[in-house]
Nanobody
């Protein structure tokens, strides 16, 4: 059974950094694209960044370009989201998700497998 487990969330002051990790199991990591999404209570889940595990093709939401970096380690079946210069508006529950095929996508409906989420809170 496919499973994604996020970790690394927490409380940080504005301007600080966090690195989220997403460990995948139960599927062939290099055959998938992995996305990071975030959701604030009462709002729709939005795409943050996504990556093709095999060719490292990446995409970022405009709101995080230049501050967030997505990367992967196939040997560890893990995708990372390095978040720098965090802002209070980055506060959300962050989810990773996996989709078959190697084309990354920012759309939630393209993803089949989801993690349980990790809370990121940025104080001003």
């Amino acid at each position: 059974e496919a499973q994604l487990v996020e970790s690394g969330g927490g409380l940080v002051q504005a301007g600080g950094s966090l690195t989220l990790s997403c460990v995948a199991s139960g599927f062939t990591f290099d055959d998938y694209a992995i996305g990071w999404f975030r959701q604030v209570a009462g709002k729709e889940r939005e795409g943050v960044s996504c990556l093709s595990a095999i060719d490292r093709d990446t995409d970022y939401a405009d709101a995080v370009k230049g501050r967030f970096t997505i990367s992967s380690d196939s040997a560890k079946n893990t995708v990372y989201l390095q978040m720098n210069n965090l802002k209070p508006e980055d506060t959300a529950v962050y989810y990773c998700a996996g989709r078959t095929g190697r084309t990354p996508s920012p759309q939630t409906y393209d993803y089949r497998y989801w993690g349980q989420g990790t809370q990121v809170t940025v104080s001003s």
